[in-house]
């Protein structure tokens, strides 16, 4: 997911929740990135992703 705030006032942001899955930062920042939770900060782009529960993220090696 791509959430974008253009405004200069932070914003709630809602992602769907799906039973055994969790939404995380793709990318991380110096102050841990954005918790999904939380009003994102004015004019800010975050980059969220979807794991299953207890997933670990694939290194992309040995395929």
Same mark, same amino acid.
């Given at each position: 997911?791509v959430i974008?705030?253009?405004d200069r006032?932070?914003? #709630?942001f809602?992602?769907p929740?799906?039973? %055994?899955?969790?939404?995380?930062?793709? $990318? +991380?920042t110096?102050? =841990? !990135? #954005?918790?999904?939770?939380?009003?994102?900060? %004015?004019?800010?782009?975050?980059?969220? $992703? +979807?794991?299953?529960? =207890? !997933?670990?993220?694939?290194s992309?090696?040995?395929?």
């Amino acid at each position: 997911a791509v959430i974008v705030n253009g405004d200069r006032r932070q914003c #709630v942001f809602t992602l769907p929740e799906r039973a %055994g899955f969790g939404w995380h930062a793709a $990318i +991380e920042t110096a102050d =841990g !990135g #954005v918790d999904p939770s939380r009003p994102v900060p %004015g004019r800010t782009v975050v980059f969220m $992703i +979807e794991r299953k529960a =207890g !997933g670990r993220a694939r290194s992309g090696k040995g395929k």
